[in-house]
C-alpha cells in the first residue's frame, strides 16, 4: 500500500551513542579485505595497532539507528526493500577508538509511482562525542517496491551522469573471502540471509551473499589504494549505486576513470562477469 508521507518524512530518531575500540576498526578493515596481502605494509597500517589507521568506511557501521523499517507502524512492506544507494562524505579522520554519536534524519521521500515504488533517503551525521566535530555524513536510498503511489512527496534527485565510455585508466582487484560475509555480520547487520544457507535459499539465492555495505568498503578500499596511496586524508566522499549482489569467496574488480580530484568507478564481480556496484563516483582532496 502507498507509505506514509507525513508519518515517514517525520520520525524522531533518537540519538545513538556508539563506542567502538582499536579492535573493532580492526575487525571492520579485515571484514572488507585489508590485510589481505600480509606482507603490504600500506594495507597492514589498518589491521595492527602499530600506528593504526581506521578504513574510511567504517563510519557506514558506526551510529546505526537499526532497521527501523521492520517497525509494523511504519507500515512498510520491509522483506520487499530493496538498498539501492550509499553515499559517504568524509568532514575529517575518523579515529582508529572512541566514541560518537549518530544523528539520523529522513532526507527525502520520492513516490516513483505505484507500479515503481518510494525513494526514501535518510542522513546519518556522524559526530565526535567529545568535541561535537562532524567527520561523516551519510546517505542511504531504499526502494520500497510496493509504496508508491501516494500522490505527493520530494522532488527526485537529479540523474546519475553516464558513466565514461572510454577504457578505464586504473583497474584494482580485490579479494573477498569465502567467511567476509561472516566476519562482517560482527560489526554490522546480523541479518541470517549473510549465514544462514536456508535462510539465503527462501529469499531465492543460492547461498549466503555478502553485504551491499561489505562491497561498499571493498570498491572504498579500491579508490584508497589506486588513487590515494592508502591515505584516508585524501579522501573526500564516494557514492554507489547498488546493481546486483555479491557472493563471499568471489574477486572484485573495480575499474576507474581519473579525471583529475575527481574519479568514475564501477566494480564487478569478476568470476560471473556481472556488475555489482554503479555509478560510482569519488572525489579526493586534493
Not at 562524505?89 to 507500479?115: E, S
Amino acid at each position: 500500500m502507498p507509505i506514509d508521507y507525513d508519518l515517514i518524512k517525520n520520525l524522531d530518531f533518537p540519538d545513538v551513542e556508539h563506542t567502538y575500540s582499536e579492535k573493532d576498526s580492526m575487525l571492520y578493515a579485515l571484514a572488507v579485505g585489508y590485510g589481505h596481502d600480509p606482507l603490504d605494509e600500506s594495507q597492514l597500517a589498518f589491521v595492527y595497532e602499530k600506528d593504526l589507521k581506521t578504513a574510511p568506511s567504517m563510519p557506514v557501521i558506526l551510529g546505526y539507528p537499526g532497521f527501523w523499517m521492520k517497525d509494523p507502524a511504519t507500515g512498510i512492506d520491509w522483506p520487499r526493500l530493496l538498498h539501492v544507494g550509499h553515499k559517504l562524505q568524509l568532514h575529517a579522520a575518523i579515529p582508529p577508538a572512541g566514541t560518537v554519536v549518530g544523528r539520523t534524519r529522513i532526507k527525502a521521500i520520492i513516490d516513483k509511482g505505484a507500479a515503481r515504488g518510494a525513494l526514501v533517503v535518510q542522513e546519518k551525521l556522524v559526530l565526535d562525542k567529545v568535541s561535537g566535530a562532524l567527520l561523516a555524513t551519510i546517505e542511504q536510498a531504499t526502494l520500497c517496491r510496493t509504496e508508491g503511489g501516494f500522490g505527493q512527496g520530494d522532488a527526485a534527485p537529479p540523474a546519475l551522469p553516464p558513466m565514461p565510455c572510454r577504457p578505464s585508466d586504473l583497474v584494482c582487484d580485490l579479494p573477498t573471502l569465502p567467511q567476509s560475509a561472516l566476519l562482517y555480520r560482527l560489526c554490522a547487520d546480523p541479518n541470517p540471509m549473510h549465514a544462514d544457507p536456508a535462510v539465503a535459499r527462501a529469499a531465492g539465492y543460492a547461498r549466503p551473499v555478502l553485504h551491499g555495505l561489505c562491497s561498499f568498503g571493498v570498491a572504498v578500499h579500491a579508490v584508497l589504494k589506486s588513487c590515494c596511496g592508502y591515505d584516508p586524508r585524501r579522501l573526500a566522499s564516494l557514492s554507489v549505486r547498488f546493481s546486483s549482489v555479491v557472493y563471499p569467496g568471489e574477486m572484485l574488480r573495480t575499474e576507474l576513470w581519473v579525471d583529475g580530484a575527481a574519479i568514475a568507478f564501477r566494480t564487478r564481480a569478476l568470476e560471473r562477469g556481472v556488475v555489482v556496484l554503479d555509478y560510482g563516483a569519488a572525489a579526493l582532496n586534493i
